[in-house]
């Protein structure tokens, strides 16, 4: 599981929120366009989410790679699916979330142009810093 070694840094909340079941997956799935990559042997590698949210601006959620796939190019490929999704629909800008302990997503982030806006919130009691990158 992709998050497991962030279990400890986050709530309880926070990490069910984080970590899907078949409830909150299919909730997810009414909200926002979810994208999977699957390895050869047909097994998940990674997913990631993205929504209009305005009538500008797309928001992404959710990005994960299993650790065996991490390094392969995976997240690279899920993220520009995602801001093609978005600009489709017209988006101008993508928005995402992260928590502090997600620091490898965040230099990945980063390196393909989010910057961080400043803008921190709440996610369950840690929290949540808010990149930009326009589209």
Known sequence: MAFEPYREEYTREG????????????????????FVAVGEA????GT????????????????????????RGVADRLLAAAESDLRARGCRRASLDTTEPLKRAIRFYER?????SGRVGDFFGIPLYEYLKPL
């Open 48 to 71: 990631i989410g993205c929504a209009a949210v305005s009538d500008f601006e797309g928001h992404i959620r959710g990005m994960a790679v299993q650790p065996d796939w991490q390094g």
């Open 42 to 45: 047909g097994e998940i590698a």
């Open 15 to 34: 990490f069910a929120d984080t970590v899907l079941n078949s409830e909150t997956l299919a909730r997810r799935l009414g909200q926002m366009t979810v």
């Open 112 to 116: 393909n142009g989010y910057v961080a």
